[in-house]
């Protein structure tokens, strides 16, 4: 029978127990007086240009969502053309898309080319990156380092009224005439510099994204090195700060010459300038009058020293994400916890350096080919490390097979399909066959898609019940899982043979002209069916989403009895007043799960002091805080 | 967590007494001096019309003088501390790439493919605006 | 899972006012030496020196692939430039001198030396304006060829940073009374903070000097 604790609450010891109640009595009274007070913030500050990360976290992820959905319709739109070549779409679909785009309900080619470059660019900017950095970095990274709020609230608040009106500006563009930009997501000269009025709309918009991202990353750096509680040295900090750290450097240094080359571009389109534009150039049979004297692979050189570090910030939180969710569902420490912190930094730095194996068909000399494809061969180490060490830290676990970890475990393998198959594009000669083809799609789909996104989904069902008060609905959580995993690879392993064959990508026919699809032609129509199917899967999310926000079982603050400091916050942190009761001091590193000797529970939180003994879900909460004292009778 | 106490104001890293900061404002105004000077000789030099290549590595060289003359004092960097130093020289090597790589991807397939940039620019009649230029390619063009 | 105790909401320890503090706003965080703004004035910085960069290295790549490209003094007026790059170092020197005073607590001579370099600001941008308009008198626009491409870029991008600078410094010029009395050694960061984005604008007209008109 254990002894006896008493814990002294303002001047008076008492039993554990009754410390509890009394301390809740006078958490009531206080919070009462507060409500009181907060219905005085004005609910435009409070919730359209709020400074507060949660809820700025919050309206990036609401946003974010929506933009996914879009980009996803974009695709699948595309998908219809792809399977059926010159049908028409169902009459309401017809309806929907009008004649300009689609006369007869039949998809025109230029349709085809804008939906394609805005499906790339509205996934790559704002879906994918605003909810992996500006959604979930924005809402945990705080509370996972035990700060009030972001260093720059204001900034915050600016970072996100840049990202909504950049992406309604890009989405706009397909009211103008011509539609929107068609040019690739890459937008590559000289076509781009003719094009339709939607590519200037496409960098101004980028213009916009770009800055926000700029000022978010300016934030997140500042925040990691400067607001870490006492205690949170670096080499205890979640894996998924340090992800976000590396990707904010990532996205402050790469972002730059994009916005310089997509000033220059502007510049070749509106203001008759050369600077991608060569001499001599005849389109359609009519001479540019423009000066000449450009270089289109300029362009090339300077989007892809932005846009190769950008599916490293693609990639980077994701595996963040995973990490805290199988160190979780595992119960026991990620294994090489250093090894995966000095491989994340390692790839962050190596990604800058491997650019141009995006144009080894550029017409390259040798000294420079054998540069990239030996940085990018190195590149592979670290993912192979992560991915690793990772793998590893299952072996020997009790894993639990809650519906975040079903989402992290087919990240593994999905990730290493992705991974694996960029190795043949990395080298030069195997990139001469596959270049630009439908096994390009393949490899960064399987990354992005079945990695990034699943991590995603793996995120909001695990952080959900911090964000809410409230857990997602498990059955639900399953069937999206499993439909998802199945239609996902149905749509993207057929695309390996589609390019080992020879089809490229960009084609409005699928490739139906070319003798060399014959044989893979054929997987058109079972991709595009298994793309719409998992369409379909997305509802039962969509709609546990948002029933569970209002209906859902409610659970308690650490719910998935987790290590890491956002879970002694309490739940769902109120807005615009701080995250934690008291800042919390950090003793130990953040996976001190099943410590040996520490018989009390298999977790013991990042923030429960070491004489400790009780374990910290009773009350510990508050012992944690330090709210309260304790000694024994 | 480790607190270093720094000597005199560990809130600023920096000295606020009046001497010091007296003692600073000389420093600043040496270094006006000196980055009048050169750029009076940076100006001066170029009244030479040397060859390009010389001319570009006197300015270069002048240049970074001045600029680290304005880093170090204006900007305090030489005092500053080792997370800016850090932040920094990880710029400068990405700065160093983006200088390097189209320039390079460039010369290289010129070396390896000679005239392979078949349509040289032509703003050597820098004074004529915008017309329409022929259509013949220049294959006879020299790299500058 | 856990049994235990329902939520506990977060309420302010000290009385509840709608800004949240953050720690080292105004004073240094020990271990870093640094308070937030001036790591991340630094930090944009660095983006900044990215941004100029890719202009470089377009200036780099169209130079030294055309044929022929026109020397500096050929095209452009180098006694204005020369004025203006005396201008912005001597700008430089009154941003700093305006923080060294701030630290002696001498707010007048502070919002002084703030004045002077708002002051340098305008002269460089008219001195630019009166450069721009002289090229499109002669009919040289960005499109005419890409050494004005370049010029006009780099020299217009550079402008605009400029222009950023001198809004700022209005800013603090209308705020400082206010400012300083309320807080002092906020006041004093900020001006330190946007000093620092000064001496990097003065810094790229130091390499862009030499490389537009010089060479």
Redesign the interface.
């Known amino acids: 029978m254990p002894p006896k604790r008493q814990v002294r609450v303002g001047t008076q010891w008492m039993y554990a127990r009754d410390a509890q109640r009394a301390l809740e009595e006078a958490i009531r009274v206080a919070e009462e007086e507060h409500r009181e007070r907060e219905h005085q913030i004005p609910f435009i500050r409070k919730y359209v240009f709020s400074t507060d990360h949660k809820w700025i976290g919050i309206q990036y992820a609401i946003t974010a969502l929506t933009f996914l959905l879009i980009g996803f319709s974009l695709m699948l739109l595309m998908r219809w053309q792809l399977a059926f070549p010159g049908k028409p779409f169902p009459h309401f679909i017809a309806q929907f898309l009008g004649q300009s785009n689609a006369p007869g309900g039949v998809m025109l080619p230029e349709f085809y080319n804008q939906l394609g470059a805005m499906h790339g660019t509205i996934m790559v900017f704002l879906a994918i990156v605003p909810l992996a950095v500006g959604a979930f970095g924005n809402y945990v990274v705080p509370l996972q380092i035990g700060a009030p709020d972001m260093a720059f609230p204001k900034l915050n608040m600016m970072s996100y009224w840049c990202y909504l009106p950049g992406g309604l500006l890009m989405l706009s563009s397909f009211l103008f005439t011509g539609g929107a930009a068609n040019s690739g997501w890459t937008s590559y000269p000289p076509l781009s510099i003719i094009a339709t009025q939607g590519q200037t709309i496409w960098i101004l918009g980028m213009v916009l994204l770009i800055t926000s991202s700029l000022l978010g990353s300016v934030n997140f750096i500042v925040t990691i090195?400067q607001l870490r509680a006492?205690?949170l040295?670096f080499m205890r900090l979640p894996f998924f700060v340090w992800a976000q750290l590396v990707t904010s450097?990532l996205l402050l240094?790469a972002f730059p010459?994009l916005e310089a080359a997509a000033i220059l571009q502007l510049m070749d389109r509106v203001a008759?300038t050369s600077f991608f534009l060569?001499?001599?150039?005849?389109i359609s049979g009519t001479?540019l009058?423009?000066?000449?004297?450009?270089?289109p692979?300029?362009w090339q050189?300077?989007f892809w020293?932005l846009a190769h570090p950008e599916v490293y910030v693609l990639i980077l939180p994701g595996m963040g994400i995973i990490s805290e969710v199988i160190a979780n569902n595992t119960r026991k420490p990620l294994w090489g916890y250093k090894s995966l912190v000095g491989a994340g930094v390692f790839l962050g730095?190596m990604s800058?350096?491997v650019?141009?194996h995006h144009?080894f068909m550029?017409?390259?000399?040798?000294?420079?080919s054998a540069f990239f494809q030996t940085t990018t061969m190195i590149i592979s180490i670290p993912s192979v490390i992560i991915l690793t060490a990772l793998i590893i830290s299952l072996w020997g676990a009790s894993i639990r097979f809650t519906v975040p970890m079903l989402f992290a475990l087919a990240f593994l393998p999905m990730f290493g399909i992705g991974g694996l198959t960029g190795l043949p594009l990395g080298l030069a000669a195997a990139d001469i066959h596959l270049h630009d083809t439908y096994y390009v799609i393949g490899h960064f789909h399987y990354v992005v898609a079945p990695g990034t996104i699943f991590a995603m989904f793996a995120g909001i069902y695990y952080w959900f019940p911090k964000a809410t008060g409230r857990q997602m609905n498990e059955k639900l959580g399953k069937i999206h899982f499993w439909l998802s995993l199945i239609c996902i690879n149905c749509v993207f392993m057929p695309m390996f043979y589609q390019g080992l064959a020879g089809v490229s990508r960009r084609l409005y026919d699928g490739g139906a002209q070319y003798a060399h699809a014959k044989n893979v032609i054929g997987s058109n129509v079972f991709i595009s069916s298994a793309a719409w199917l998992l369409l379909v899967a997305q509802v039962p999310f969509i709609f546990n989403f948002f029933y569970s926000m209002f209906k859902g079982k409610r659970v308690g603050a650490n719910h998935w009895d987790a290590t890491t400091l956002e879970w002694a916050a309490t739940t769902s942190p109120p807005l615009g007043h701080g995250n934690f009761v008291v800042i919390p001091t950090v003793y130990r590193g953040p996976y001190e799960y099943s410590v040996p000797g520490y018989d009390a529970a298999d977790f013991l939180p990042q923030n429960v002091p070491d004489d400790t003994a009780l374990p910290p879900a009773s009350g510990g909460g508050m012992l944690a805080h330090g709210a309260v004292a304790q000694r024994e009778d | 967590?480790?607190?270093?106490a720094?000597h005199a104001d560990?809130?600023?890293?920096h000295d606020?007494s009046?001497e010091a900061?007296k003692k600073?404002?000389r420093k600043?105004?040496y270094?006006?001096y000196a980055?009048?000077v050169l750029?009076g000789v940076?100006?001066w030099?170029?009244t030479f019309?040397l060859p390009?290549h010389t001319?570009?590595i006197i300015?270069?060289v002048?240049?970074v003088t001045?600029?680290s003359l304005?880093?170090a004092f204006?900007?305090h960097l030489i005092s500053e501390?080792k997370?800016?130093y850090a932040?920094?020289v990880?710029?400068?090597f990405?700065?160093g790439?983006?200088?390097w790589?189209?320039?390079?991807?460039?010369?290289?397939?010129e070396?390896?493919?000679p005239g392979?940039?078949?349509?040289?620019?032509?703003?050597?009649a820098?004074?004529?605006?915008?017309?329409?230029?022929?259509?013949?390619?220049?294959k006879s063009?020299?790299?500058? | 899972m856990t049994a235990h105790a329902e939520s506990l909401h977060a309420v302010e320890g000290h009385d509840a006012h709608h800004e949240i503090e953050i720690p080292y706003t105004v004073?240094?965080r020990?271990?870093?030496?640094?308070y937030n703004g001036k790591?991340g004035i630094?930090?944009f910085l660095?983006s900044e020196?990215?941004l100029f960069?890719?202009l470089?290295?377009?200036l780099?790549?169209?130079?030294?692939?055309?044929?022929?490209?026109?020397?500096?003094?050929?095209?452009l007026n180098?006694t204005l430039a020369?004025i203006n790059?005396?201008n912005l170092?001597?700008s430089?020197?009154t941003v700093?001198?305006a923080w060294?005073n701030l630290?002696?607590g001498n707010l007048k001579r502070g919002k002084l030396f703030l004045g002077i370099t708002l002051l340098c600001g305008f002269i460089f941008m008219g001195i630019k304006a009166v450069e721009y308009a002289s090229k499109f008198q002669?009919?040289?626009?960005p499109?005419?060829?890409?050494?004005?491409a370049t010029y006009f870029v780099m020299t217009g991008l550079h402008g605009l940073h400029v222009l950023g600078g001198m809004v700022v410094f209005t800013y603090l010029l209308l705020t400082a009374d206010k400012w300083y009395a309320k807080n002092r050694?906020q006041f004093t960061n900020r001006v330190e903070v946007t000093?620092?984005y000064w001496?990097?604008v003065?810094?790229v007209w130091?390499?862009l000097f030499?490389?537009l008109?010089?060479?």
């Open positions: 090195f006492k205690g040295t450097f240094l010459p008759g060569p001499s001599g150039l005849v001479p009058t423009n000066a000449g004297g450009g270089n692979l300029l050189h300077l020293f730095f800058f350096v650019w141009a144009m550029t017409g390259m000399g040798t000294v420079i | 967590m480790t607190e270093h720094e560990h809130h600023h890293g606020d009046p900061v600073e404002i600043y105004l270094v006006f980055l009048a750029t940076t100006v030099i170029s019309h390009i001319a570009v300015a270069l002048v240049a001045k600029g304005v880093a204006f900007m501390r997370l800016i932040v920094l990880l710029t400068v990405f700065f790439m983006l200088m790589g189209p320039w390079h991807h460039r010369y290289d397939a070396r390896e493919w392979y940039d078949l349509h040289a620019a032509k703003p050597g820098a004074a004529e605006p915008a017309e329409q230029h022929p259509q013949q390619p220049d063009h020299k790299s500058h | 004073h240094a020990p271990d870093t030496g640094l790591l630094w930090l660095a020196v990215m960069g890719a470089f290295s377009t780099i790549l169209l130079r030294t692939s055309a044929p022929t490209w026109p020397r500096g003094w050929e095209e180098i020369t790059t005396f170092i001597a430089s020197v700093v001198l060294a630290r002696l002669h009919h040289h626009y499109s005419t060829n890409n050494f004005f050694d000093g620092l001496h990097f003065d810094l130091i390499f030499p490389t008109y010089l060479l």
